[in-house]
């Protein structure tokens, strides 16, 4: 989201050079607040910014991932070789925090991305009981999800 908005702020004022845009997933740039309940409850099929990026003269790059930064020569290394920028903004967003021992543990689950979340929506259908760990703005709108969803809900946190 932040790329995205440094895209239209750029263009608004006046910017008129090269913007190009690279993300590893291979949707459309998306808001992430909705994934975590109207996603997740059948409510949207998926949160894409409303925006003509063509008419914002904005490269779109889907599906690639940013594998390393040489600032010494001003490129980004990729899979479909160097990217050269001459003003770079890092906007990579947070990871989720994985558990240490949960890799590969069924019922375990993220949610960062679309795709987290379209994997995500079967579990609350089912109506399981669901431990969400962390009680911050993504953990409290799963929780509130899972409940509308009919799931029986206990959220761990850390803090007070």
């Known amino acids: 989201m932040a790329g995205v908005q440094t895209a239209v702020a750029l263009r608004e004022g006046g910017f008129r050079d090269r913007i190009t845009l690279i993300g590893a997933e291979p949707h459309p740039p998306y808001d992430r607040p909705p994934l975590s309940k109207a996603v997740l409850l059948g409510q949207a099929d998926g949160s894409s910014f409303d925006l003509d990026f063509a008419a914002l003269s904005v490269e779109l790059r889907l599906g690639l991932a940013v594998t390393g930064l040489r600032p010494d020569v001003r490129e980004l290394d990729t899979a479909d070789g160097p990217v050269p920028y001459d003003v770079l903004v890092v906007a ?15 019922g375990v689950h993220l949610l960062r991305t679309l795709d987290d979340a379209e994997r995500l929506r079967p579990v609350l259908g089912r109506q399981d009981e669901v431990v969400v760990v962390g009680a911050g703005w993504i953990g409290a709108e799963f929780a509130t999800a899972a409940r509308e969803a009919g ?10």
């Open 151 to 160: 799931c029986a809900v206990t959220v761990v946190e850390a803090a007070d």
């Open 92 to 106: 990579t967003g947070a990871e989720p925090v994985r558990l240490p021992g949960t890799e590969d543990v069924p």
